[in-house]
């Protein structure tokens, strides 16, 4: 069975850092990319990045946000700096199979940027 754990998430101030991880199994982590996305409060689901070899960013994390796997402890990482209050969201990872898309989700982990 996959599973997809978020953790990580929590208050921090703007301008702070936060690192997410996300612990995979049930499947051979290392042959699939992998992708984060994050849903604000009342809107719409928003791809934030991905991760095969190398790393794809949305315009708006990008020079902020950093992704990273381990494959020998198949857990896909996320890095934050510089966070801003409209990043404040539930984060989620997601496993991508090709002609498909994201087949799995986790339960997500909430981030809060506030002063």
């Known amino acids: 069975e996959v599973q997809l754990v978020e953790s990580g998430g929590g208050l921090v101030q703007p301008g702070g850092s936060l690192r997410l991880s996300c612990a995979a199994s049930?499947?051979?982590?290392?042959?699939?990319?992998m992708t984060w996305v994050r849903q604000a409060p009342g809107k719409g689901l928003e791809w934030v990045s991905a991760?095969?070899?190398?790393?794809n960013y949305a315009d708006s994390v990008k020079g902020r946000f950093t992704i990273s796997r381990d494959n020998a402890k198949n857990t896909l990482y996320l890095q934050m700096n510089s966070l801003k209050p409209e990043d404040t969201a539930v984060y989620y990872c997601?496993?991508?199979?090709?002609?498909?898309?994201?087949?799995?989700w986790g339960k997500g982990t909430l981030v809060t940027v506030s002063s």
């Open positions: 997601t496993k991508w199979t090709t002609d498909i898309g994201m087949d799995y």
């Open positions: 991760i095969n070899s190398g790393g």
């Open positions: 049930g499947f051979t982590f290392s042959t699939y990319a």
